[in-house]
């Protein structure tokens, strides 16, 4: 099976170390486009799409696989050694923030150290825990989701396919970046806001930073706080950059809060 | 071509009203457009809303300015434009066509079709978002019908595919329990008979002559009731009555042996048999042999006992004819009715009885042959006559 076709990866950069981002539920690998290319000189940056994102095979989305977020740590481990990965860092997104702390739990010594941006351990409120949400809410989004396919259609879905470089975007691929077969949107929103990692976080014994936004209502500043203080060791930085992007909205601060860490 | 199509002029199509003396006021169009506008600062404060907007949406325009677009915004809108449109508005510059529920003042949804752009100066940093809201609410409903159809379909078509399954296993259950059945039900009936045969060689009084008769006849009827049992299931079940043609191996001999069987099984009734046959007849031999073999037991056991019951074979005329007939009681008007009929029964006595499967068989296996099986019954005779077209 060919991993960095799957997963549509793309390196660039040189150095020793490797630097892998991982962007979260809703867009694709383009998340990271202010972002990483600030790393490109002190580090080999890769980016991938989570399979069903972006420019990934879909033909590979197996909907018991990824029925778990330990199907997308699986892939982030075999892209891991495709590249014969030892010792990088990790920068996720949301989501991918846990995808990360699974991997690295999975397959010690693929990650020397861990950045997570805006992470959850739970999005749903469980007694005494406010992830932010009730189960209903999540619900509400699901079905939301259903109704704005993002333009996608059956017959659009090859030219995206066949379009994963995109070096300009052309009408018909009008909000392709966050573009998603409504189905695979669907499931993986499921996936991702009835997620529970709460118990994985202690276990985290790689460095560990966290980046958390002021205002976010995705993954709020308590959310990122309780995220810090279970994992072992790890920082919180909060960043001034409001909303749950601020690898889009503020790169500039997530670059320097990066560069501090590592 | 395209070229003369394009549009005229505003002024060529309206010459009497000079283009000048329509001026928009630009103010208006902007507060009572037929669309909402709303304008966000980089930070994602609504900084500038068109009466439109607040007018649909119930709000003044003092409540809505300073606020994030989330105020007018349910969870499930808020979570959509955090993970999706916001991300999209930074990397693309716009988005389009985006459906967003606008929360209004009294707690209504108001269904929405969105666009917006990012301005950017000049070194690509955001100065505002505006943001174009259209109502869609009839579009939403219609948006939603075809949904339910398309959900409702996908899983009609579900139940379908299940229950094709799970029948096409039934299927080939039966199938095999059909083949399995068969095999076991001749087997024995096999040995029995081979052991009837061995005891009619050996010397014997006539009491037990009979019984071994009896026995011989008894076989070759279980013997033609299973085949039928089990052709007659095969074709109720789809497999159908299927042949294996052959023109070149002579049908005489199969005739001869079915009339042979019978004459040894029943000594005491005499059967006639006249076969001429001159012309290749591409039939399945093993068919026609159960054919005769199901006739010639129904005339043996309707037909009158001291009477002869006769066997005819003929091709004349292109045609292959075969006839079975007996003396006796006519068939019923009645019962000429429903005798190639699965399960219809003559009336014998009880210890013949049958299961009525031997003339639907014999009937289904005539047009398997592109044939036909008739029967004409009067005082005189009954006679069952097969008629197949020997070049097909």
Redesign the interface.
Same mark, same amino acid.
Request: proline share 0%; aromatic share 14%.
């Given at each position: 099976m060919n991993v960095s076709a799957r997963n549509n990866v793309r390196i660039n950069g040189s150095g020793e170390k490797a630097m892998v981002f991982a962007h979260?539920? #809703?867009?694709d690998q383009?998340?990271w486009? %202010?972002v990483e290319p600030a790393f490109r000189n002190s580090f080999r940056t890769v980016l991938f799409d989570h399979v069903g994102a972006g420019g990934s095979d879909l033909s590979k989305y197996d909907p018991v696989k990824y029925g778990s977020l330990s199907g997308y740590a699986d892939d982030l481990i075999e892209i891991g050694r495709e590249l014969d990965l030892k010792d990088a860092v990790f920068v996720g997104h949301?989501v991918s923030a846990m995808i990360g702390i699974l991997a690295s739990l999975k397959a010690p010594g693929l990650f020397s150290s861990l950045v997570l941006v805006g992470p959850s351990a739970r999005y749903i409120d469980d007694g005494d825990y406010r992830g932010g %949400?009730s189960a209903n809410?999540i619900e +509400?989004?699901l079905? %939301?989701? +259903?109704?704005?396919h993002? #333009?996608w259609s059956a017959q659009m879905a090859p030219a995206i396919m066949g379009n994963a470089d995109r070096p300009e975007?052309g009408e018909e691929l009008?909000?392709s %970046?966050?573009r998603t077969d409504p189905d695979i949107a669907k499931h993986f929103a499921r996936v991702t806001f009835t997620s529970d990692n709460r118990d994985d976080l202690a276990k985290v014994t790689t460095p560990t930073l966290v980046l958390q936004c002021s205002e976010? *209502? *995705?993954a709020s500043t308590e959310v990122g706080e309780y995220v810090q203080r279970r994992i072992p060791g790890s920082k919180l930085v909060i960043l001034n950059a409001?909303?749950?992007?601020p690898n889009?909205?503020a790169p500039d601060e997530v670059i320097a809060a990066m560069r501090a860490f590592v | 071509m395209k070229s003369s199509r394009r549009c005229a002029p505003l002024s060529e199509l309206t010459p009497s009203v000079p283009a000048s003396s329509i001026i928009e006021d630009l103010e208006d169009l902007y507060e009572n457009a037929p669309c909402g506008y709303l304008s966000l600062e980089p930070g994602g404060r609504i900084f500038k809303v068109n009466k439109t907007l607040c007018n649909w949406t119930g709000y003044g325009p003092e409540e809505l300015l300073g606020k994030r677009l989330h105020h007018l915004l349910n969870i499930a809108g808020r979570m959509f434009y955090e993970t999706h449109i916001a991300p999209l508005l930074r990397m693309q510059g716009f988005f389009h066509e985006v459906a967003l529920d606008l929360v209004t003042a009294k707690g209504d949804l108001l269904p929405m079709i969105v666009n917006a752009a990012e301005r950017r100066d000049s070194e690509g940093k955001p100065i505002s978002t505006r943001i174009t809201f259209l109502r869609a609410t009839e579009r939403r409903r219609y948006e939603r019908e075809l949904l339910d159809a398309r959900d409702q379909s996908r899983s009609q078509e579900a139940a379908a595919r299940a229950s094709l399954t799970s029948e096409r296993e039934t299927s080939e259950l039966r199938e095999q329990f059909i083949a399995v059945l068969g095999h076991d039900l001749r087997n024995p009936l096999a040995s029995i008979s081979a052991g009837a045969r061995i005891l009619l060689r050996k010397p014997k009084d006539e009491t037990e002559t009979k019984v071994l008769q009896m026995m011989e006849t008894t076989v070759l009827r279980m013997a033609g009731l299973i085949d039928n049992v089990l052709d007659f299931a095969r074709g109720r079940l789809g497999g159908g009555i299927t042949l294996s043609r052959n023109a070149d191996t002579s049908i005489e001999p199969v005739l001869q042996q079915v009339v042979d069987e019978l004459r040894t099984a029943m000594p005491d009734r005499r059967i006639e048999s006249d076969f001429r046959i001159t012309q290749p007849i591409n039939c399945d031999r093993t068919r026609l042999g159960q054919l005769v073999s199901n006739l010639l037991g129904n005339a043996l056991t309707h037909g009158a006992p001291d009477k002869p019951v006769l066997v005819r074979a003929l091709t004349d005329n292109g045609m292959f004819e075969l006839s079975v007939s007996n003396a006796g009681e006519p068939i019923s008007a009645e019962a000429m009715e429903h005798l190639f009929q699965p399960f219809f029964r003559g009336r014998v006595r009880a210890s013949l009885q049958g299961l009525g499967l031997g003339l639907h068989i014999a009937s289904e296996i005539a047009r398997a042959h592109e044939g036909t099986l008739t029967v004409k019954s009067d005082s005189e005779e009954t006679r069952f006559t097969f008629l197949m077209p020997l070049r097909i």
């Open positions: 979260g539920f #809703g867009c383009n998340m486009r %202010f949301s %949400f809410q +509400e989004l079905e %939301f989701l +259903e109704a704005n993002m #333009g975007l009008t909000n %970046f966050c976010d *209502i *995705i409001t909303g749950h992007c889009l909205s | -």
